[in-house]
């Protein structure tokens, strides 16, 4: 069914990521093309319920696809879990002529807005937007690939420095719930072990992986955690291997420095296709339903299985890792 809609507002959501100005672009120039108003709402959720909008033109977004970050904010809103902020948002919402909406954000934020859209009715597509590429209904989530190649760079640079004095190396990187990036960075960047939330290594057998490698004489070894519940995992790795083993690890969190930094073209391009996607699928009626990327296919997921269904992790990889790098 086609959607009789005049205007739409895009917010960001969550933690940056980067791509999301390149989405936020594809929205606004796809809205622009199909002759809808468009309106940026800054600071997220917390932005509907003070009214921070903005009407948009092709200008308001022109040399943006390269920059990091959003232009628009992001954050997370605990005033938005109360009814009656939810309530304020929408008649902002309302009063300013916004009539539908595209969420760019994760989990937290398609919760958000599936309870407005269960509310108020308010048509409302969300676009993944994330590095931990951990939604499920897409194979791939904005921010992920350029993270993975920030982690992957460094890692690059550690492992000079690694061959360089015979070291034992931690490397942490994020993915408080998820090793999406632990995992792939691992494989790709040559680690002889990596530690993620949804298969606990034995610390013994890892010991045992590197006492074996420095018999065979290989000197200098890369271990890569997801941060787990808390950033700093890396240390109690280091401090629990150094007890049982006697093996000085050093460690390095890179942190916040893998959410920045200008997209890849990976993720300019997927990006700018789920944008467009995002105001298409408005158009034809789509609404509490987010749009993802499956088999390189534009794809829709309900909200509702977005954020309840687990997405699984590639763990046959982790056995990948340990053969490659034995």
């Known amino acids: 069914m086609s959607s009789k809609i005049n205007s739409v507002g895009v917010f960001c959501s969550g933690g940056d990521a980067p791509g999301m100005n390149a989405a936020i672009r594809a929205v606004v120039r796809t809205a622009l093309f199909r002759n809808l108003k468009v309106y940026g709402i800054y600071n997220g959720y917390n932005g509907m319920i003070s009214a921070q909008f903005e009407e948009l033109t092709a200008k308001s977004v022109g040399n943006l696809i390269q920059r990091g970050g959003a232009f628009l904010k992001a954050g997370r809103s605990k005033e938005f879990l109360k009814p009656e902020s939810r309530k304020l948002a929408y008649d902002n919402l309302k009063k300013a002529g916004i009539e539908s909406l595209v969420c760019i954000g994760g989990d937290g934020s398609y919760r958000g807005a599936h309870t407005l859209f269960e509310e108020f009715k308010i048509p409302i597509v969300g676009i993944p937007g994330t590095i931990d590429n951990d939604i499920y209904g897409t194979d791939y989530t904005i921010g992920f690939d350029?993270?993975?190649?920030t982690a992957l760079d460094a890692i690059d640079k550690i492992r000079d420095t690694a061959f360089s004095h015979d070291r034992l190396f931690i490397v942490e990187v994020m993915g408080r719930d998820t090793g999406y990036i632990a995992l792939n960075v691992g494989l790709a960047g040559g680690a002889e072990e990596v530690f993620v939330p949804e298969s606990p290594l034995s610390l013994e057998k890892v010991i045992e992986h590197i006492q074996s490698s420095v018999q065979r004489g290989k000197?200098?070894?890369?271990?890569?955690?997801?941060?787990?519940?808390?950033?700093?995992?890396?240390y109690d790795l280091a401090e629990a291997i150094r007890k049982k083993s006697g093996f000085d690890a050093k460690v390095c969190v890179l942190g916040h420095m893998q959410r920045g930094g200008s997209p890849t073209a990976a993720d300019r391009i997927l990006a700018s296709r789920l944008g467009a996607s995002a105001i298409e699928g408005l158009l034809k009626g789509f609404t509490d339903v987010a749009i993802g990327i499956q088999n390189d296919q534009i794809s829709t997921t309900t909200f509702l299985d977005a954020t309840t269904k687990k997405k699984q992790l590639k763990l046959e990889l982790l056995q990948l890792i340990h053969i490659l790098s034995t």
């Open 146 to 149: 350029t993270a993975l190649n």
């Open 219 to 234: 000197l200098s070894s890369i271990l890569v955690t997801a941060e787990g519940q808390k950033p700093g995992r890396a």
